[in-house]
């Protein structure tokens, strides 16, 4: 107790070293909250304005011609729609937001068109995450902009396709690509439409597989073709690389600098350790003549990393999360509602973890108090 | 009590090695008033903490009660050293940051007995009962040194080490200082003192003179 005594007392005393050591305790910690959330909300922000590139994975049927999709953007031939309950139903595979289409072209009005049904996009058990396409009711339609532009379809109106009748939701926006020639809707309405009933031409997806190492082609072929042998698989490389090598690098740069930052302060903590056995060499001195053995300097040294670790833990959350909390909004916008917030997990590891890296640093230096020779530190005016 | 025989003491410098005791044999005898004394680097200090359990000899012998102290593990020496040795410097080596009572008991510590009575009882003694609670820098230095003495007479120890206990203290708190070290004397106790002063001598019942290291007149 008295040592406990001694400690306290001590850190009174010598406040300045005391608030430097804490300081020092604070900035790791507050950084590895900080970086730790905003890690998080980065990568999950990389990945969200990635997946808005759009699916890099398309499973369609095996005896398509892949050459004439990849030409047309349409595969010619279906596949059952049951496939995609097939794909998800797995567990632990390489894939998610599952989108079951079906495609066709037809002349609407004079103008040819393509018609996709889209089926509500799923995801496989475990891996539930926010649609990446909206989701079409049945008897609804979303018109493309230059069918809408040329043919004067407008929200609201209903119109009739292969006989049945679908109500405008929407007049999409440019978009350069296909997309304005299309009319989406649900998949339901396009299989009666097409007169493909319980048909799709294809499966969307996106692939898990960016900090995989390998082809990611290979493995999901291999996982695939083993759950769907009557299906091909096929991987816009470009957007997959894209999507790789961005949420990569976004990881790498919170790995390389999270390290970095503890090692500073560990540093720095080292540091005021030792200077604060230098200032001591005459106490220290003292109380080994006093008959103190080596558990009580210890004590007296580690104890007080300790109680540092243990404010730095408390300050450093408060004002990692702070920080987050107060930047990160605007920072990540998309993610930063669900991704930044306070986490109690956090505080129990930086109570568990702060205290034991303030102990580790001052380690050398309360080495270097236990071993001191008595007689030369009482020697020393 | 105290026995040195043929003990020697070298220093490694930079500058290369420097014998600070060669060859020293003496007897210090329970109830004792020695002064030890010599000009700068005659090798006192080294002597007294040589005796103190507190500095290994290079070569020789240190005997306590017939006791090889420097046989015992570092550990047992250290609590023997707390038991039977007070020792009072003359730089005082109060701890800042504790009030005097704590400082007082500070020696009580590595033998695991607080004994705030007496630590109480001590500062009463050596006229400190109303600095109790005061930190060592409100402390003129006399007071200090009279606290440091109090630290030593804590454990109620066999024998007092006190290197130039007065060397830094106006006379009156010199003459305080030896005042206490004769009453402890008086009372059975044993002291060694290192000193350059007249005051100290003249209340010894033995002066043993040192020069480069060795014992140059003992009577």
Known sequence: MFVIRMVLKEMWHRKVNWVLAVLAVTTAVAFSVAFFTAAKASERETARLMLSMGYNVHVIAKDADAGAFLLNGIPEKTMPADYLDKLATQQSISYNHLLATLEGRMNWRGMDIVLTGIAPEVCPPGQKKPPMTFQVDPGAVYVGYRIALKLQVREGQTLSLGGKDLKVKKCLAESGGLDDVTMQCNLGDAQEILNQPGRITGIKAVDCLCFEKGDPVAVLRKEIGAILPEAQVLQVKALANARAKQRQMVHGIFALMLPFVIAACAVWIGVLAAMNVRDRQQEIGLLRALGYDAGAICLLFLGKALLVGLAGAGVGFLLGTSLGLKYGPGIFEITAKAMIRWEPTLLVFACILAPLFATVASFIPTMIAVTCDPAEALREE | ?219
């Open chain 2, 1 to 219: 009590m105290l026995q040195c025989q043929d003990v020697t003491k070298t220093y490694r410098t930079p500058n290369g090695e420097v014998k600070a005791l060669g060859d020293v044999s003496l007897r210090i005898d329970k109830g004792q008033f020695v002064a030890v004394c010599g000009p700068s680097g005659s090798g006192k200090t080294t002597l007294l903490m040589t005796m103190a359990a507190m500095l290994r000899p290079s070569a020789g012998m240190v005997r306590f009660e017939e006791e090889d102290i420097y046989g015992m593990a570092g550990s047992e020496r250290a609590v023997f050293r707390a038991k039977n040795i007070g020792f009072v410097f003359q730089m005082f080596h109060l701890v800042p940051y504790l009030n005097v009572l704590e400082n007082v008991l500070l020696a009580g510590g590595a033998v695991g007995g607080r004994d705030g009575g007496r630590a109480r009882e001590l500062l009463q003694r050596l006229g400190l009962q109303h600095r109790m609670d005061h930190r060592p820098a409100q402390l003129s230095t006399g007071e200090r040194q009279r606290a440091a003495m109090a630290r030593a007479l804590l454990n109620r120890p066999k024998l007092i080490l006190a290197d130039e206990p007065t060397g830094n203290l106006d006379p009156d708190s010199a003459a305080s200082v030896l005042g206490h070290l004769r009453d402890f004397h008086r009372a059975g106790g044993t002291v060694v003192i290192a000193t350059h002063g007249p005051a100290a001598q003249e209340l010894a019942t033995r002066t043993i003179h040192l020069r480069n290291g060795t014992i140059e007149r003992d009577g």
